[in-house]
């Protein structure tokens, strides 16, 4: 139903814009929200902005619900389990602004997975996955103003150019299919819709941003990843003018993969990554991260570089899965 209203809503925003104007004061470290969260903010009429980010997770251990599992036990269940992984994402961003309302966005990434398990045997072996990810296109489209207050939309699409095919050298074979948690992309035409809300004041900044990704159809293989319901709160004080800290709560609820890739059937009783059940989970997230801006008197000129350190406070994850560590993320952005 809302998907068949956006055209119109679109439509209704476009022309609402021509009586519309931003009246930032300053663009100090402040008025962006931590380098975590994406779309956070929109830009002036004609301005362009570039960013990069690098993302790094690192997943330890096994849970089931809210219990922590030892390989061993896991081992009971399984023939073969997940010890770590670690993935590395680099995201390349642009944004642009037609008109006062509307900020365009695109966005590129990269993503490295590799994988360390072991077997009920005892063996220990790697795996790996590389490539490109899927890509995001949104608009960002600014609905009110009210004092220090900012509220916009956020509108994308997720196109799937990432991999759901990737495969490596394991004991099983030289060309085996990798389970879920390994594969690059979604496979299908991802949505998302949101909506944030940005405080400015001269010393600190608030802001909050609801996000849901609605994955369409299934893919090629069958299935769909689930879709997720995401809640951000932070809040940023600056140090001086060219610095600021800043505090952030997630909380995240994804659904499990619906459908499950076929060629996956016989490994989802052997792993627990390749059972399509066992992809959900409840998160909880706390960040802490630092930006600096230089030149801040002339911010057409500044360079943004941010650093955010995230640990989970909640996960409570369907069925057998790995746990998330912690993660960070360094980003780059440079308005002109
Ligand atoms: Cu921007």
Redesign the pocket.
């Given at each position: 139903m809302i998907i068949k209203k956006l055209p119109s809503l679109v439509a209704a925003l476009v022309i609402a814009q021509l009586s519309y104007a931003k009246d930032y004061t300053n663009h100090l470290a402040l008025t962006?929200a931590p380098i975590g969260v994406m779309g956070d903010?929109?830009?002036n009429k004609g301005?362009w902005?570039f960013?990069y980010r690098y993302m790094d997770m690192s997943m330890d251990g096994l849970r089931r619900g809210t219990n922590d599992l030892q390989t061993a036990q896991a081992l009971q269940d399984f023939m073969l389990v997940p010890v770590k992984m670690d993935m590395q994402m680099q995201m390349l961003?642009v944004?642009y602004a037609p008109t006062e309302r509307i900020?365009l966005?695109g966005m590129l990434n990269h993503q490295k997975n590799d994988m360390l398990l072991e077997t009920r045997m005892g063996n220990r072996f790697t795996t790996s996955s590389e490539g490109m990810g899927d890509s995001k296109l949104g608009t960002l489209i600014s609905l009110k103003k009210w004092n220090n207050n900012y509220l916009h939309a956020n509108l994308g699409i997720s196109l799937p150019t990432g991999s759901i095919n990737v495969r490596d050298v394991t004991p099983m074979g030289p060309n085996t299919l990798l389970p879920y948690p390994m594969r690059i992309g979604s496979g299908t035409y991802d949505l998302s819709l949101g909506l944030t809300w940005n405080q400015y004041h001269e010393t600190y900044s608030l802001g909050a941003q609801l996000m849901s990704t609605l994955r369409t159809g299934e893919n090629d293989q069958d299935y769909r990843l689930g879709h997720e319901n995401k809640l951000n709160f932070w809040a940023a004080k600056s140090l001086n003018n060219s610095w600021s800290l800043s505090a952030r709560l997630e909380a995240k609820n994804r659904q499990s993969i619906k459908g499950s890739d076929p060629r996956l059937m016989m490994a989802a009783n052997m792993t627990p990554t390749a059972n399509a059940d066992f992809t959900g989970g409840d998160f909880a997230h706390l960040s802490i991260g630092l930006t600096h801006v230089s030149n801040v008197k002339n911010w057409t000129n500044g360079h943004r570089l941010a650093i955010e350190f995230s640990q989970p406070v909640l996960q409570n994850l369907a069925g057998t899965q790995m746990k998330l560590e912690n993660s960070f993320t360094i980003g780059w952005?440079k308005?002109f």
């Open positions: 962006h903010h929109t830009h301005e902005m960013s961003g944004m900020t966005m952005q308005a």
